[in-house]
């Protein structure tokens, strides 16, 4: 098993930054790529940015592509998500995920292991 948690999230302005993080913990070792999703409300969960866990390979969405940066810090079983330029319609609440594969895909039924969610507001 394999638990992680989310930080980072918050209220910030259209046009500014912010970074999130989640921690794994447990069974790390099996984890074969990280990725971020976003719900926003009355929406499907939607793929963000994915990782694998080598680090060789990063994937994003069109709509946060040049804006977003993903990374992981393996030593402290740790990923982030760096949010520049942010817009009102990214908005949503961001679930850090893990899978057991290091090609799960951009769906969220490729992922094994959920955190609880933080919650970005950009204001307009």
């Known amino acids: 098993q394999v638990q992680l948690v989310e930080s980072g999230g918050g209220l910030v302005q259209a046009g500014g930054s912010l970074r999130l993080s989640c921690t794994a913990t447990?069974?790390?070792?099996?984890?074969?790529?990280m990725g971020w999703f976003r719900q926003a409300p009355g929406k499907e969960r939607e793929f963000v940015a994915a990782?694998?866990?080598?680090?060789?390979?990063?994937y994003y969405s069109n709509s946060v592509k040049g804006r977003f940066t993903v990374s992981a810090d393996n030593a402290k079983n740790s990923e982030y998500l760096q949010m520049n330029a942010l817009k009102p319609e990214d908005t949503a609440v961001y679930y850090c995920?893990?899978?057991?594969?290091?090609?799960?895909?951009?769906?969220?039924?490729?992922?094994?292991?959920w955190g609880q969610g933080t919650q970005v507001t950009v204001s307009s």
């Open positions: 447990g069974r790390t070792i099996s984890i074969g790529a």
């Open positions: 995920a893990a899978a057991l594969t290091a090609v799960p895909g951009l769906g969220p039924s490729g992922y094994d292991y």
């Open positions: 990782i694998r866990r080598s680090g060789e390979r990063t």
